[in-house]
C-alpha cells in the first residue's frame, strides 16, 4: 500500500505566497517522477510541475519564474513553493509520484487526494 497526502493549502491574497508539500509512504522501493498537478472548478486536470529523482524539472508555462517545485528523496517528499500568486492559481493542488513498490516489480502512479488553494483578488 503506498499513501500519498498533500499539505499546505489555504486561502490568500493576490501576490502572497503558499508552500504545499506532499510526502509519499508505505512499501515504497523507490519513487521516480513527483509532480504537481492542479484543477480548477469546471476545468481539466493540467500539469503544474514535474521533478525526476536526480532533479530535472519540468514547468508549466503559466507558472514559471513564479513556482518552484524541489524534493527531498530521503523522505519521499515533494514540494511547490507558489509565489506571486494569482487569482487564476485558484484550484485543487494534486500530487502525483510514480511508485516502484516491493511487490510490484514496476512503477506505478499514485495520487492525493488534494489540496484547496483559493487566491483572493
Known amino acids: 500500500q503506498v499513501q500519498v497526502v498533500e499539505s499546505g493549502g489555504g486561502l490568500v491574497q493576490a501576490g502572497e505566497s503558499l508552500r504545499l508539500s506532499c510526502a509519499a509512504s508505505?512499501?515504497?522501493?523507490?519513487?521516480?517522477?513527483m509532480g504537481w498537478y492542479r484543477q480548477a472548478p469546471g476545468k481539466q486536470r493540467d500539469l503544474v510541475a514535474t521533478?525526476?529523482?536526480?532533479?530535472?524539472?519540468v514547468y508549466a508555462d503559466f507558472v514559471k519564474g513564479r513556482f518552484t517545485i524541489s524534493r527531498d528523496n530521503a523522505k519521499n517528499t515533494v514540494y511547490l513553493q507558489m509565489n506571486s500568486l494569482k487569482p487564476e492559481d485558484t484550484a485543487v493542488y494534486y500530487c502525483?509520484?510514480?511508485?516502484?513498490?516491493?511487490?510490484?516489480?514496476?512503477?506505478?502512479?499514485?495520487w492525493g487526494k488534494g489540496t484547496q488553494v483559493t487566491v483572493s483578488s
Open positions: 521533478i525526476t529523482r536526480g532533479g530535472s524539472t
Open positions: 502525483n509520484a510514480d511508485v516502484l513498490t516491493i511487490d510490484s516489480g514496476r512503477y506505478l502512479p499514485y
Open positions: 508505505g512499501t515504497i522501493h523507490s519513487i521516480n517522477t
